[in-house]
């Protein structure tokens, strides 16, 4: 039998360098971490070939007297936490004291300081695990870490890393999600002696313009939402545009990867992404230190919330909402609460006197408005009707922020409504515009009435491991207000005895797996919603105007109006826009005017 032996000191910090160091981008983000740590208002970052060569960061912060070198680049020496209740309340980014020992297992450091308060700097070196001793040196207040020939001594690992552009741009993220993360400190970075970013102190507004652009910046949402001790803040993109790889979340400051928050990211973007199209936010959640658990991996971007439900449905909520917001409501404020519709259609003319929407209540749907399609007058319309503006008619309604889509010119191809707005052109999908009206007003109609559930003829039972079981008992009371009642029949059966009235074509298996595995893995799951939103989809895109169908100036305004009142409006029911607006500066540059 091999005999156990204790591993010497620099393998185990070898290994743990496996963990925490895999590349220059992570020394880096440790580095940058213990620099927000020291205070540091102000961060240099230089790098040589991607960081393979040569990574130094240089900040203002407090520094390391002396006498502390030698512990800094130690294994589980740190300045961060002392107890057990410490680590339950982290607000440092490091705490573990093993992200220097681990560069000085696999790299050449050199590590200069000076706290404010000494008369001159200290320096002291490590290679490959060996620590030299302190020295006096010249230097500014603050600290500067020089991390050279990465895995020098472990060529196995060296051999993975990738083309020094390619570690540039891993080193790259890393330092804009620090710089996102504290908009209040200056920074900078350079590459082979060539400057990158400059960043001076800005609001965060300011810093995700300087970061993510002006496209991003233009075309994205703010919000700032709370709930007793938690607050979400940041832009969200619109659902409409997208923006490659800039997905940035913050949990108090700190970059996350976060299973839980992804989906509830997902979940509000669901009813309103095209399938072409990512989404990308920038977002800041807020909470008490003690309700969230940082110490989860050594690499720190993986977290666990205490009540993993309710951030899910905080966090679901807060970008719902402001990703629902009417058109007239963002017009005049971002984060105001949605309007609810009313339980009323838009009235086209028609000739074959067809319903709008109509569906079997063999199917589970019933007690929608199913009224011909016949032109009411004026007097008698939800809203009233609107005369089109007219440029050369000084008597024309004036524009206001609850009217953000003016008025209707005209009908293009049977298509589009052309209309006027104070900032120039707005063209309507009115097929697209409508089947978005339609669709929110059943799902209103369907939530109102709850979700009224079937009971099976004959049960119908499937196999699962364990822990699905465990799910399906301690959520039964969850499941059964989605009108899905699911129980044990065996160690490793369930059965399925009930399905919402409106899913009775839905193949119940698989729905009932998909919706067991979200809740255990989130707490809550929105399966059965998605499901019946795809059923009430196909109904209100049947049910809207087509092509083709000529429209009033009446009906065309009212249907600008039900837009500007709807949840989501600018979406239609697949995530494809339903109007875009030509301001006339843009217009005056096509036509060349002043020129």
């Known amino acids: 039998m091999p005999e156990i032996l204790p591993l010497p000191d620099l393998l185990i910090s070898q290994i743990a360098a496996g963990e925490v160091i895999e590349r220059p981008a992570a020394a880096l983000k440790e580095l940058l971490e213990n620099s927000l740590d020291a205070g540091a208002q102000s961060i240099q970052v230089h790098l040589e070939d991607g960081g393979t060569q040569s990574l130094r960061v240089s900040d203002d912060g407090c520094g390391i007297a002396a006498s502390q070198l030698p512990l800094a680049l130690l294994r589980h ?20 004291g093993e992200a220097l020992a681990s560069m000085a297992a696999v790299a050449k450091i050199r590590l200069i300081s000076r706290p404010a308060e000494a008369e001159h700097a200290s320096e002291i070196t490590a290679e490959g695990g060996m620590l030299g001793t302190p020295i006096p040196c010249a230097g500014n207040p603050g600290t500067t870490i020089t991390i050279s020939d990465l895995f020098f001594n472990t060529p196995a690992r060296r051999k993975f890393l990738k083309t020094p552009g390619t570690e540039y741009g891993h080193c790259e993220t890393a330092f804009i999600r620090m710089a996102l993360a504290r908009p209040d400190i200056a920074c900078s970075l350079t590459h082979n002696h060539r400057q990158q970013y400059q960043l001076k102190p800005q609001s965060i507004s300011e810093r995700i313009t300087s970061l993510l652009g002006n ?88 977290v666990r919330f205490h009540n993993s439900r309710a951030i899910h449905q905080f966090v679901y909520h807060g970008v719902h909402r402001a990703l629902s917001a009417p058109l007239a409501a963002t017009s005049a404020e971002p984060n105001i609460a949605p309007i609810v519709p009313e339980n009323r259609s838009l009235t086209i003319p028609s000739t074959t006197q067809k319903p709008l929407f109509s569906h079997s209540a063999q199917q589970g749907f019933t007690g929608w408005i199913a009224e011909p399609a016949v032109h009411y007058p004026a007097s008698q319309r939800f ?25 209707a010119l005209a009908q293009l191809h049977g298509t589009y409504i052309l209309a006027q707005n104070e ?173």
């Not at 997902?266 to 990308?280: E, F, K």
């Not at 009707?385 to 003016?406: F, M, Q, R, V, W």
Request: hydrophobic fraction near 40%; include cysteine; glycine fraction near 4%.
């Open 77 to 96: 020496a740190t300045s961060k936490i002392a107890t057990l209740d410490d680590l339950q309340q982290v607000t440092s980014f490091g705490f573990r």
């Open 215 to 302: 496209a991003f910046a233009d075309a994205a949402v703010t919000l700032d939402v709370t709930a007793g001790s938690l607050r979400l803040s940041g832009k969200i993109l619109r659902p409409t545009t997208s923006a490659r790889d800039a997905q940035y979340l913050f949990v108090n400051g700190r970059f996350v990867r976060d299973k839980l928050l992804a989906h509830a990211l997902r979940q509000a973007y669901q009813d309103v992404l095209h399938h072409h199209q990512q989404p990308a936010w920038c977002l800041f959640l807020e909470l008490d230190a003690r309700e969230v658990d940082v110490n989860v991996h050594p690499a720190k971007t993986e």
């Open 383 to 407: 809203m009233p009707a609107i005369p089109p503006a007219n440029i050369n008619d000084t008597s024309s309604p004036k524009y206001t922020p609850e009217h953000p889509l003016g008025y």
């Open 423 to 595: 900032t120039g052109l707005i063209v309507v999908d009115m097929h697209a515009a409508h089947e978005r009206i339609l669709y929110e007003r059943l799902k209103t109609a369907m939530t109102q009435q709850n979700m009224a559930s079937q009971q099976l003829l004959v049960p119908l039972t499937f196999d699962v491991d364990s822990a699905t079981v465990a799910t399906a008992v301690e959520q039964t009371e969850s499941l059964r207000s989605f009108g899905l009642d699911i129980t044990q029949v065996a160690p490793n059966t369930l059965a399925i005895r009930a399905l919402p009235q409106l899913l009775q074509q839905t193949n119940p298996i698989p729905l009932a797996r998909a919706v067991l595995k979200e809740l255990a893995e989130t707490g809550h799951s929105n399966q059965l919603e998605v499901q019946r939103n795809q059923v009430l989809a196909t109904i209100a895109c049947h049910g809207a105007v087509r092509a083709n169908h000529a429209l009033s100036l009446e009906d065309m305004n009212a249907l600008l109006r039900d837009m500007e009142r709807t949840e989501r409006a600018s979406q239609c029911n697949h995530g494809r826009p339903t109007w875009v607006a030509f301001e006339m500066a843009a217009l005056d540059r096509l036509f060349m005017r002043g020129k």
